[in-house]
């Protein structure tokens, strides 16, 4: 095991700005148990990426992300893309923020199962999303998705971030009385032909959450080496509402009119700027393609 320290980045905004003190009387239980951190707190959207970026060329080869999913998004584009090339980095997650998405597929679903893992320090190679855009790179390692879930999640972020899971749920209410379809045509591992068919979503998921407990792409696996594209088809309000409940079981894709399929590279045939949700973060962007890293970077789980 590596007796390295972990550059521990904190995100004290997190969990509605009671990150910081959390994670303070946390420190002491990750101390206690023989962990070495040397802690950074950030100051702003981005900091978390800065750091990581400075500690990686430094020679830091272990992470710890305090906060969010979106505070491990921020990691993981400051590691990447120079670890693809170099030696792959480890990165391990302390949940004290409002979502807790990608630990939920290791069944690390609060801070005490985090710390359990932490102590043992036991690693499961992931997958990695390159994300090309019109702009350049950014990478993930939860989904990305275009459409409904991206609308309702901006919605979540403007409105009801407070309220945790159930904000998403209340998001998502409102965004079906304005539900609308959308067309992405797609070319999935360099098939002969694309898919333009219009979609209320698109989500390519490298693991199976979202918005903490949605269980969007049940069959996803982040150490298979592919992304699973779960798409939904036009269908009645009523419908898409009763689908969306069970999405919180999975059991959405048992409706026909919702695909599931895997692919390790997505082309975007007609490129358009539009919002897009990469691991809870929203972002304008205009989408070229998708391409799977796989077990690019070390998860502590």
Known sequence: MSTEPYIAIVNGAAGGGRCRARFDAALKRIEGRGVEVKTYLTHAVGHATELAREHYARGARRFLSVGGDGTSYEIVNGLFPEAHAGETPTLAMLPLGTGNSFLRDFGIEHEDAALEALARGTTRGVDVVRVTHAGGLLHYINLLTVGFVTRAGDLTN???????????????????????????PILVDEQPYGDARPAAFLTFSNSQYTGGAFHIAPHADPTDGFVDIVRANAMPRLAFTKNLLGAYEGKHVEDPRVEESRARKVE??????????????????????????????????
């Open 268 to 301: 975007f045939l007609e490129p358009r700027e539009q919002l897009v949700m990469l691991d809870g973060e929203i972002l304008p962007l205009t989408l070229e393609s998708l391409e799977v890293l796989p077990g690019a970077l070390q998860v502590v789980a």
């Open 158 to 184: 403007r409105r009801f971030k407070v309220l945790g899971d159930r904000g998403y749920l209340v998001a998502a209410m409102i965004e079906i009385a304005r539900l609308k379809l959308a067309s992405d």
